[in-house]
């Protein structure tokens, strides 16, 4: 069983930066794609980013150049930096793990962009 626990979300002002760290049970990166979706009040979940076993990436246009998505095999910990937030990037973000589907979530942690 994978557990997937996130931390680093807080409110930010537009503009600012934050990093989420999302720290996973056992060696999952070789077996499983690791990504981050987000879900705003009244909107669907979104893949925000998205890193392979090979390391390619993937982002959503909406986060293109702002965010990267990264991972550090040794900690089993994938990591989202996001830079130029904006208030519209506010939502509950979620680690996820999956090789045929996103089989895997975390609990979520609260992202806040709000002068």
């Known amino acids: 069983q994978v557990q997937l626990v996130e931390s680093g979300g807080g409110l930010v002002q537009p503009g600012g930066s934050l990093r989420l760290s999302c720290a996973a049970s056992?060696?999952?990166?070789?077996?499983?794609?690791m990504g981050w979706h987000r879900q705003a009040p009244g909107k669907q979940r979104e893949l925000v980013a998205a890193?392979?076993?090979?390391?390619?990436?993937n982002y959503g246009d909406s986060v293109k150049g702002r965010f990267t998505i990264s991972r550090d095999s040794a900690k089993n910990t994938v990591y989202l930096q996001m830079n130029s937030l904006k208030p519209e990037d506010t939502a509950v973000y979620y680690c996820?793990?999956?090789?045929?589907?996103?089989?895997?979530w975390g609990q979520g942690t609260q992202v806040t962009v709000s002068s």
């Open positions: 996820s793990a999956g090789s045929t589907g996103w089989e895997y």
């Open positions: 056992g060696s999952i990166f070789r077996r499983y794609v």
């Open positions: 890193i392979i076993r090979g390391g390619i990436t």
